[in-house]
């Protein structure tokens, strides 16, 4: 499997995955800032406004981090279960959940791709800028359709490859150059960021990852591009 630049083990690439948020935690949302000049927030508005949670929906927003998408869902009213690989990751979102008065919320430290919820627990599994770190992406996609219930929803929001030809152009150039030096400058961690960007030009486009979606079981499937496919919301139904 691909880790940045290098093919590894997917054992070496779990290990490395969970060293990059490791170092990255503390710094984490400073940096989604100024990476995306605060534009991340908008993407994850959006994305919750798509997701539509109602009012006591059981949610499991999966590599959730430091909450922001979870804190969306349960302001929407959602239960929501925050689950991650990395407790240090979910250190600063207990915290960040602590200072903004989110006390109904489970943290729980797992793999996406073994889960430890029954079969059909969830009515809604959410994973935002996760899935491409995972390293047996089919698998999570599994795991995602077994703990939903029938008629339950996975949406997954995800950087993906924009269409727009010239912005394509300029993205690239500020992802590979500036994103490691901010990463370099703000977290004093240029390698991390290195990873980061990386990982998602190897991300498989569109249309593939909706395949991957429908494989793993789940029907009407839908992708809706947003920047030309920058960031992408792919979404389907079990049934
Ligand atoms: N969802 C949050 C957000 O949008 O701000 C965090 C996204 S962060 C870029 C990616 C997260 O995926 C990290 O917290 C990382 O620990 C987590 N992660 C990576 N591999 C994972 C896996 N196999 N299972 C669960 N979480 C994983």
Redesign the pocket.
């Known amino acids: 499997v691909s880790f940045g630049y290098e093919d590894v083990a997917p054992d070496e690439k779990?290990a490395r995955?969970g060293e990059v948020?490791r170092n990255v935690a503390a710094r984490y949302d400073v940096m989604?800032d100024a990476m995306s000049g605060g534009l991340h927030r908008i993407w994850?508005d959006v994305f919750v406004r798509r997701v539509k949670p109602r009012p006591g929906e059981q949610f499991l927003d999966?590599?959730?981090?430091?909450g922001?998408?979870a804190f969306r869902l349960a302001t929407a009213g959602a239960a929501v279960t925050v689950?991650?690989?990395?407790p240090a990751?979910l250190e600063v979102g207990m915290g960040r959940a602590a200072e903004r008065g989110h006390d109904g919320l489970v943290w729980s430290e797992?793999?996406?791709?073994q889960l430890a919820f029954p079969d059909r627990f969830f009515d809604g599994y959410t994973i935002?800028?996760?899935i491409r770190?995972?390293?047996d992406i089919p698998r999570?996609l599994a795991e995602a359709h077994r703990v939903l219930r029938r008629g339950g929803r996975f949406f997954c929001l995800e950087f993906s490859t924009t269409l727009w030809p010239g912005f394509a152009d300029v993205y690239d150039a500020y992802s590979h150059h500036l994103v490691p030096k901010l990463g370099k400058w703000i977290a004093q961690d240029e390698a991390s960021y290195r990873y980061l960007v990386e990982s998602i030009r190897r991300f498989p486009d569109m249309a593939r990852f909706e395949a991957m979606i429908g494989e793993a079981g789940f029907v009407q499937t839908r992708v809706e591009p947003m920047l030309g496919g920058l960031v992408a919301i792919h979404s389907g139904w079990k049934v």
């Open positions: 779990t995955v948020f989604n994850k999966m590599a959730g981090g430091t922001d998408v689950a991650d690989i990395n990751m797992m793999n996406a791709e935002a800028f996760g770190n995972v390293t999570a």
